[in-house]
């Protein structure tokens, strides 16, 4: 999708239909819970008494859960879609959602310990854009953790969305790119980040990780790049 603010993309019957996808891959399936979960322990593991920023917040289903886990003080949610963020300003009142405006990046720079990008990067056609932008949201120890679909053929992922947009006469795949870790990694460190860890989350099998057919998401986890 391009990197503008569309609010007749994002209007809510999509949000629904993006909410219940994700509902049903974590109560159904699992696979998104399992995605949530290894973030959540990442995040654990490196540190969690600073800020949280989950970028392309969308519903707020996943700031909701991270709030859960880290308090409601400590994480933030951010959208590129007013109307997004309206939404879950109405329905998560004690959290804090920061709409995406032309001076976001500036005000809230070096603000977090760690930045979220789920299941955002996939709709941008100058990916290495955002991932610059992110930069200067991050403290110095800070942390980006990225989460990207795995696809057999772009776009298939996000059927139902890209149906969606079928019948409203938007002829274009909501999914801009395909990203394989070695894409992303690279991607991550010509932008100024270096590799820390990863995780492939597969659709059926816990356990697995590792890339193949079946896989639901690549979680990548980076920090800034030393000078």
Known sequence: MPERSNNSTYNLLYHRIIGTKTLLGRKLLNYKQREIKYIVNYIRSNGNSGLIMDIGCSTGQFTRVLASEFGESHVQGADISKKSIERCRKRNP????????????RENEGKYQHVILSHVLEHKDR??????KLRSLLSSDGSLIVSVPQERIRGDSALPENLYNLIRLKFENVHRQKHS???????LSETGYSYNDHRYIHSIIKAKNKKCFGNHSLVVCSKLAKA
């Not at 959602?97 to 976001?104: E, L, T």
């Not at 870790?181 to 991607?187: A, M, P, Q, T």
Request: hydrophobic share 40%; charged share 15%.
């Open 181 to 187: 870790l070695s894409s992303l990694s690279s991607l």
């Open 127 to 132: 990916p290495a854009r955002m991932l610059k």
């Open 94 to 105: 004690k959290l804090t959602f920061r709409y995406i405006s032309n001076g976001f990046y």
